[in-house]
């Protein structure tokens, strides 16, 4: 069988897959499809460049051991989420800037040791995911993430946080568990829109006061520190509507 034809196959099944009843192979639907995901099954990008994948929104490229991002990305013009886990990727180039539907990326597993400041061009972006890197610092313009929503950085090796990320006003998720933070700045009050925050296995010793004034707060994980649990205890009974675990 052709390369051509296994990938046309392999491209409709992912196409057809969330389907409840089975539909005949039709290679005419090709050209509707919206999601594309590439594994360590084919050796790179170019084997699928003149497929007709121009309408792709969502692109999983995982485990590919790539120490860099295909070129052919940046021609899938409509792309609103990005996915490039498991790599071996340290930096996002310049026509990363080019995607401007792009909604959500998630570079979880591979070489980042600062954060993509190139991120700051996508004017629509609600979802970064830097977890499983080696970030040591967050840079002072964070706040240029203007849509930001959910912002997951777990795993890495975060002292302390930049007051530029306590003015991500739009943020909703926080997910820093696994960092080597001890504390945090009454200024996380000013995130009224945060409703999960994530900091589990750090460094903290006590309760950040702050978090008494989080109002829109519903859940909050702060096990692995070295909080007193009955200060843990009593927290959560004056707060019953966080869920916290600890």
């Known amino acids: 069988m052709e390369t051509r034809t296994l990938l046309f196959i ?3 099944i992912a196409a057809i897959s969330c389907k409840q009843r089975p539909e005949p192979f039709d290679e005419s639907r090709l050209y509707a499809i919206d999601e594309l995901y590439v594994q360590k099954t084919y050796r790179d990008l170019s084997q699928v ?9 969502k692109l999983v490229y995982f ?9 052919e990305i940046f021609a899938l013009k409509y792309l609103n989420s990005l996915e490039l886990t498991k790599n071996k990727i340290s930096h996002l180039p310049k026509k990363t800037a080019d995607l401007q539907y792009l909604q959500s990326i998630y570079l979880r597993m591979n070489a980042f040791k600062k954060f993509p400041s190139i991120l700051y061009r ?4 609600h979802i970064v995911d830097l977890s499983d890197n080696m970030v040591k610092k967050l840079p002072d313009d964070l706040d240029r993430l203007k849509a930001i929503e959910e912002l997951y950085l777990v795993n890495n090796m975060i002292v302390q946080l930049p007051s530029s990320l306590y003015r991500c006003k739009t ?6 568990n696994n960092n080597q933070l001890s504390a945090v700045s009454d200024s996380l009050a000013g995130l009224v829109h945060l409703e999960k925050l994530m900091l589990r296995h750090n460094s903290f010793t006590g309760l950040p006061g702050v978090l008494h004034e ?4 519903k859940y909050l994980e702060l096990s ?3 909080i007193p649990r009955a200060e843990l205890e009593k927290f959560a009974a004056e707060n019953p509507r966080i869920k916290v675990t600890f």
């Open 171 to 176: 943020l909703r998720i926080l997910n820093l």
């Open 10 to 12: 392999v491209f409709a």
């Open 122 to 125: 996508l004017d629509h972006l």
């Open 224 to 226: 692995n520190n070295q």
């Open 49 to 57: 460049k003149n497929e007709p994948v121009e309408q792709v929104t």
């Open 214 to 217: 989080m109002r829109n707060l």
């Open 63 to 71: 485990n590919m051991n790539a120490s860099r991002v295909p070129a």
